[in-house]
């Protein structure tokens, strides 16, 4: 449902976002890609993260997280 794929990206964005920020910045998205044994560039990263960034303030917040997801789901 709806609500239950929700709180599962809700839960993905935990694991990836800064505690302080409160949002993913391209360095927690590298260390988060290099634990699970992605091999992405920096370049693959910083898209990743600029597609996201609807703000435009190089970080993903958690509104722009959902709306990315939803995207691609």
Do not use: H, P, Y
Not at 25 to 47: C, M
């Amino acid at each position: 449902s709806e609500i239950d794929s929700r709180e599962e990206i809700l839960k993905a964005f935990k694991l990836f976002e800064d505690i302080r920020s409160r949002k993913i910045s391209f360095k927690n998205l590298k260390r988060v890609a290099e634990e699970i044994g992605e091999k992405l560039t920096d370049e693959e990263l910083q898209e990743m993260i600029d597609e996201a960034d609807a703000d435009g303030d190089g970080e993903v917040n958690e509104q722009e997280f959902l709306q990315i997801m939803k995207k691609t789901s």
